[in-house]
């Protein structure tokens, strides 16, 4: 019996330790699933760059994922180039509608060459009850005089916008005011934000903006993607599936709304041309978009294939290029817009090339495990085309809003 009784006890202790022994298993299991992983250990869905040999993490729960956004993996620096560029350019476009364009004052001309469609006879009349409240010039009444004399030969762009009166009226006051004293300079800034605010809304009508913001609206949609994307992927396949979609996505909209400002204002003056160039770009835009949707376009073995679509659909650019550069050979702006815009394309074809190739870690597989591997260089060249296409739309506006037709 007490043999009996003896193994009945050890029976259940010797139970007890082999669930103590599972269960610490399980926590073993646990904790290497949540750490960083070998190539090799990878599903085959998560498999896309062999020379990237370690520091993967795989299967993640969803929190994990959202915190590994602050360690090190090899998808850190993926996810901070392009979350750093969507908040540069959200700054960017913040600022686009929100500060004036400074001008040069050398490139304007006289304000009656700036005036045309608008109601001369109310504004003859409002300034001149305006200019006698104004501070008092040792030469105020013979500028009232030569304002008033102007209003019979004024010759005028149909469009103007407040912040360029503001500088056109510095350009037709007379040349003596500039070597005034520092007072009168004061009271002639003063001045002439009076009459600006009096002009200006009798004749503004700024050029639209849509085209532009319509850029950077894909900029930033394409950097918050591709950013998700990176940080999201490792949570599951399915998750995976959808995330690797919406980056294709953000890539063929940052492409097809880059045509929009070189192609609405190039040909805002040439309806026919301006509605041929986008109704193409986003046609094509759209068709990308629809077959990076096939599950086989995911593939590894198709990434140069999904390079050369990408890089075609911005090369096809260059036909409105030139087409502007016949139109317009005479015209400054049109060659530094170009200058921008091959720039753009140096920036974007290099990224293009960099990310299909595989360099540099091609080379040396598992040197650029963290840093420095073809995907992250891809991100920061990216983000150089978007910005120098940024600044080349801010020349266009300049050059619509000075010359309009």
Avoid at 350 to 370: H, N, Q, S
Wanted: charged share 15%; hydrophobic share 45%.
């Amino acid at each position: 019996m007490a043999a009996v009784e003896e193994a009945e006890v050890e029976g259940p202790m010797l139970g007890e330790e082999e669930e103590e022994e599972e269960k610490k298993g399980k926590q073993g299991k646990k904790g290497k699933r949540y750490g960083l992983v070998e190539y090799r250990a990878l599903p085959a869905y998560m498999r896309d760059n062999e020379y990237i040999l370690r520091h993967y993490r795989c299967e993640w729960p969803l929190p994990q994922v959202l915190l590994s956004a602050f360690s090190i993996h090899n998808e850190t620096l993926n996810v901070w180039t392009h979350l750093i560029g969507f908040f540069i350019f959200l700054a960017l476009t913040i600022y686009t509608a929100t500060k004036v364009p400074s001008v040069d004052l050398q490139s304007l001309q006289h304000l009656p060459e700036m005036l045309r469609n608008a109601d001369l006879h109310k504004i003859q009349a409002e300034l001149a009850a305006c200019l006698p409240s104004l501070p008092n010039f040792s030469d105020l009444q013979k500028m009232t005089d030569d304002l008033r004399t102007s209003w019979n030969s004024i010759d005028v762009l149909p469009s103007v916008s407040r912040w360029r009166l503001l500088e056109l009226l510095s350009s037709c006051l007379p040349h003596r005011f500039t070597h005034s004293n520092e007072t009168n300079l004061s009271a002639l800034e003063n001045m002439k934000d009076d009459v600006a605010n009096l002009l200006a809304p009798h004749f503004i009508r700024p050029i639209s903006r849509w085209p532009f913001f319509a850029f950077l609206g894909g900029a930033m949609f394409c950097l918050l993607a591709s950013s998700t994307c990176h940080l999201l992927s490792c949570h599951s396949r399915r998750l995976a599936y959808v995330m690797l979609r919406l980056d294709y996505a953000g890539i063929a909209a940052l492409i097809a709304t880059s045509f929009y400002p070189p192609v609405y204002y190039s040909f805002m003056c040439h309806p026919f041309f301006c509605n041929l160039y986008l109704s193409c770009i986003t046609i094509l835009g759209v068709a990308t978009i629809a077959f990076s949707l096939l599950p086989v376009f995911q593939n590894p073995e198709f990434r140069v294939i999904r390079a050369c679509l990408f890089f075609g659909m911005g090369a096809s650019g260059v036909i409105p290029v030139f087409h502007k550069l016949i139109l317009f050979w005479d015209q400054p702006e049109a060659l530094h817009t170009t200058g921008y815009e091959i720039l753009m394309g140096l920036f974007y074809g290099i990224g293009a090339l960099v990310y299909a190739t595989r360099v540099p870690e091609r080379w040396m597989p598992g040197k650029f495990d963290i840093a420095g591997h073809s995907h992250q260089l891809f991100h920061v060249l990216v983000v150089a085309g978007a910005y120098t296409h940024y600044n080349a739309g801010l020349l266009y506006l300049q050059w619509r809003d000075q010359r309009g037709c």
